[in-house]
């Protein structure tokens, strides 16, 4: 018997990072289509296109979506939380599991909304789930169980890294691993548009540029070098990358990245500062 052959898992908020953790899941055979329920607010044509690319079941009868769920995944923007949970509180009870991957809002937040002594477990996943590729932070709550523990780990498996963190160091994951993804992505975006004014074909650049960043992310994998000895490794004395690296000294770049950080985290606090149990501030 698998460990999910008697779950039924439900996503609440059925966008664009859930669909990345169904598309995982049924990759891996984690559990079959049917297994797996959506909803959302008001987005039909996502909702059907759920239905439609992965033979999932969707619907906003929430009747039929709780009957049997052992699994809920929350997945609704922060401003969406308090609308979601008064529309799903009536159907669940503490023998099922919930699991959110909603940046800020903290686990005490759904324990006063949700029925007594919840099992919650907290995540925060990135959109390289997409392709298996997920660094994923997990962080439990006060009810949750080992088995609950293992369950959320073996789902999120499906979609990259799983690592254990304390609810508080979810903040800095979300700055870190949450929205990093989106600041490589403006790297590469401003290497692409550079390449492409000097002259390279926009395939030619994009291919290299890939290709840079898998490489440069392989050696940090593979080998037990700082990031700074092999930036260092790469830079020739009176060479091409010092000369790069020393344009980007000048531009303070590195206190330009650690205030993107700071920021990322800051609002990750916000968030939960606005969903505090008991506030009804948002
Ligand atoms: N996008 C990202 O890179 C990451 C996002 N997250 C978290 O994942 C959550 C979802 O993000 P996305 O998938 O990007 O957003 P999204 O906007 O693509 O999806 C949210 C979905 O929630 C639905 N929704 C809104 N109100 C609802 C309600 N009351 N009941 C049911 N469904 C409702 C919307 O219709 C929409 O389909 C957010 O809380 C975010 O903090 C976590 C890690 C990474
Ligand atoms: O920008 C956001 O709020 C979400 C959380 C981490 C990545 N995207």
């Not at 759920?50 to 079941?57: A, C, V």
């Not at 969707?58 to 009957?67: C, I, V």
């Not at 401003?79 to 009536?90: G, L, M, P, Q, W």
Request: hydrophobic share 40%; aromatic share 6%.
């Amino acid at each position: 018997m698998t460990l999910f052959e008697k779950e039924k898992i439900v996503f609440i908020g059925a966008g664009s990072m859930a669909e990345s953790i169904i598309k995982g899941l049924l990759k891996n055979e984690i559990l079959p289509p049917g297994q797996i329920w959506a909803t959302n607010h008001s987005d039909d044509i996502k909702l059907n296109k759920l239905k439609t690319d992965y033979s999932i079941e969707a619907t906003r009868d929430y009747n039929e979506l709780f009957e049997n769920a052992t699994m809920i995944i929350l997945a609704v923007k922060p401003k969406d939380v308090r609308e979601s949970i008064d529309a799903i509180r009536s159907y669940i009870t503490n023998d099922q599991l919930i699991i959110s991957i909603i940046a800020g809002v903290s686990i005490d937040f759904f324990a006063e909304h949700l029925p007594d002594k919840m099992p919650i477990i907290r995540t925060m996943p990135n959109t390289s789930a997409a392709v298996g590729y997920s660094a994923t932070a997990i962080a439990k709550g006060s009810y949750t169980t080992d088995e609950h523990l293992i369950k959320a780990k073996e789902l999120f498996s499906a979609i990259g890294t799983v690592t254990t963190v304390e609810e508080d160091e979810l903040h800095t994951v979300t700055g870190i691993s949450g929205s990093g993804p989106a600041y490589l992505y403006y790297l590469a975006e401003a290497m692409e548009e550079k390449a492409i004014e000097f002259g390279l074909p926009q395939g030619t650049a994009r291919h290299l540029i890939i290709q840079t960043f898998l490489g440069a992310a392989e050696m940090m994998n593979r080998t037990e070098e700082s990031p700074r000895k092999l930036r260092q490794q790469v830079t020739s004395p009176k060479g091409t990358t010092e000369a790069g690296i020393q344009a980007l000294e000048d531009h303070h770049l590195k206190r330009a990245i650690h205030e993107c950080i700071s920021a990322a985290v800051h609002r990750s606090r916000e968030l939960e500062e606005l969903y505090k149990p008991s506030t009804k501030n948002n």
